[in-house]
């Protein structure tokens, strides 16, 4: 049995993980602190720890977990723009689930997009305060409409075949063009002057990191819809809080915040919020916000806790595991 640390546990993560590690031999030290400068120190003893979106794996925690004996760190999450890579190079490898349930992720862009279009979030509120008037709920079809695509990898092209269900027209920019079904590849610009609804499916990278600025926004059609399951900082928050405040955008469904660590997957319903941005858009009605909860299905979860575990066996049996970061080729230091 190898030992590995588990950081940021969440009771549904547990779950699954309890139920398939003695089958992988793996024995689990869950902690439910993130893994920090302070809190690295508590995998000393593990082989690998095991982190997650808002664990922060900078110089100094690859620092500390080198300095315990830690040899590798298995993300339980597709991207890995929280990794240092630089910093890990040569000392500390790195694993991710490169895929689990790519429809989890496009079902949950789909419910933001048909919440947010038909209101039914106002709705919801309404009918238990017994308000049955439709005053202000009036929405719009999908069907007919076009939908722009940035990124169209795995859920990428879910959502794809979701919107063509919807009788959406579906463009798309991505430097990759993929065979998806019914999909018209276009340049930014165009997709940005084309598009009534823009749904975010790429990576977060250098290229990426505010791909959503106040130029973007202003290219886009008026009453445009913006989704973003992907990561926050693919949206300047700021730009996107003023387009809002300004009547520029229908409305903006959002599972990622770029200042989302410090406060998703909390419960701090008795605190204030600090964050006047998030504040303000969390007040608007046609900003829907959850948090971070789009890979939040048993299917994914359990997906998610079988090729973690796959990875660290793979790893401890053999030295190497196919699932490595850096393995192939990917340097993204955000
Ligand atoms: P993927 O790697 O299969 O696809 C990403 C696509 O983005 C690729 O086709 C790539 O060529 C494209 N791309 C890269 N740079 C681009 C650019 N500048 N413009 C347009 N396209 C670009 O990734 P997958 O599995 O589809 O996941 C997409 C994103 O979803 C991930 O990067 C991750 O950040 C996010 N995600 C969010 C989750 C959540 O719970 N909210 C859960 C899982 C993933």
Known sequence: MENVAFFDTKPYDREHFDRLKDRYGISVRYYYDRLTPDTA???SGCRAAVAFVN???????IASLCENGVEAVALRCAGFNNVDLDAAAER?????VP???PSSVAEHAAALLLTLVRK???????????NFSLKGLTGIDLYGKTVGLIGTGRVGLSFAAICNGLGMDVIASD???SWGRGIEYVDLSELFRRADVISLHCPLTQSTFHLIDRPALRAMKDGVYIINTSRGALIDSEALLEAIKNGKLGGAGLDVYEEESDVFFEDISGSVIRDDVLDMLLCQPNVLITSHQAFLTNEALEAIAKTTLQNLREYFDTGECANEIGAQGMKITI
């Open 41 to 43: 120190a508590l995998a």
């Open 55 to 61: 664990d922060n794996i900078d110089r100094e925690v």
């Open 92 to 96: 500390l490898r790195v694993f991710r």
């Open 99 to 101: 895929a689990y349930s």
């Open 120 to 130: 039914t979030h106002r709705a919801y509120n309404r009918t238990r305060d017994h």
């Open 175 to 177: 430097p990759v063009q």
